[in-house]
C-alpha cells in the first residue's frame, strides 16, 4: 500500500490501460462481432451468419471474457485510488461493480450455447426453425442479462462520479459526467426490463456513457493522479 500511496500515478496509467482495452473490447464484441452477424427481425440469417463465421463469433466471446477479466485489476485500482475520499462509499462502488461483472461474465453463456445448437450432435434433436427460434430467445436473453448487470454498474458508477467530484485530485467535470453516465445506464435498463418497447429510445443513451467513460479513460491514461492534492487528502486521513 505504501508504494501505491507514494506513486499512484503508475496505478492510474495501468487502470487507463485496463479501461481502454475495456472499451475497445466492448466495441469489437458489440458492434464489429453481435451487430455484423445477428439480425433481430431475420432468425434464419441470423443462424446461417454465425454457422458462416464461427471463428468470428468466438472471437467475440474470447474478447468479452478478456474484457471482464480486465474489469478485475481496473476495480482493484479504482477502490485505492478512491478510497482516501470515502472509505464507506468505495467499498459499496467496488460492490456494485463486482455483481456487475459476474452478471455479464455469466451472461457469456447465452452466447457459447448457439454453437452447441448449430455445431453439435445436438442440432439432430432440432428441426431450423426450431433453432432459430432458440438462437434468437438466447439472444434476447443475452440482451436482457446486459442490461442487468448494467444496472448494477449504474449504480458503481453513482458511487465513483461522486468520489471522483470530491476527491480534489481529479477534474470535477469527470466525476459529473461518470454520475450522467450511472443515471443513463439505469434509466436504459429499466426502461428495457419495465417498457421494452421504447427501449429503442433510451439505447441512444449509452452513447453518453461511453462519452463519460471514455473520458475517465484517457484522464488516467495521459494525466493520472494531481500528486499535491492526493498528498493532501492522505495527510487529511493520517491526521
Known amino acids: 500500500m505504501n508504494s501505491f500511496t507514494q506513486s499512484p500515478q503508475v496505478y492510474a496509467r495501468v487502470a487507463g490501460i485496463c479501461y481502454l482495452l475495456i472499451i475497445l473490447l466492448g466495441v469489437f464484441g458489440q458492434i464489429i462481432v453481435r451487430n455484423s452477424l445477428v439480425v433481430m427481425s431475420d432468425p434464419a440469417m441470423t443462424v446461417s451468419n454465425i454457422a458462416e463465421s464461427p471463428l468470428l463469433w468466438r472471437l467475440g466471446i474470447v474478447g468479452d471474457i478478456a474484457m471482464h477479466l480486465l474489469d478485475i485489476p481496473l476495480m ?10 470515502h472509505k464507506t462509499i468505495a467499498r459499496v462502488a467496488l460492490g456494485f461493480n463486482v455483481i456487475q461483472t459476474a452478471v455479464l461474465a455469466t451472461n457469456k453463456l447465452t452466447l457459447i450455447i448457439p454453437l452447441l445448437l448449430i455445431n453439435s450432435q445436438h442440432s439432430a434433436a432440432f428441426t431450423p426453425e426450431q433453432i432459430s427460434a432458440q438462437i434468437m430467445l438466447l439472444l434476447d436473453a443475452h440482451n436482457y442479462g446486459f442490461a442487468l448487470g448494467l444496472i448494477f454498474f449504474g449504480f458503481a458508477c453513482l458511487g ?30 429499466f426502461v428495457l426490463m419495465l417498457a421494452p418497447e421504447l427501449s429503442s429510445y433510451t439505447f441512444l443513451l449509452l452513447g453518453v456513457c461511453l462519452l463519460a467513460e471514455l473520458s475517465l479513460c484517457l484522464w488516467l491514461l495521459i494525466k493520472g493522479v494531481q500528486h499535491p ?4 487528502v492522505l495527510q487529511r486521513m493520517e491526521n
Open 76 to 85: 482493484v485500482i479504482l477502490y485505492l485510488l478512491l478510497r482516501p475520499v
Open 160 to 189: 465513483y462520479g461522486y468520489l471522483l467530484f470530491t476527491s480534489g485530485y481529479f477534474p470535477k467535470p469527470i466525476g459529473i459526467l461518470i454520475v450522467v453516465a450511472g443515471l443513463c445506464y439505469l434509466i436504459n435498463s
Open 229 to 232: 492534492a492526493w498528498q493532501q
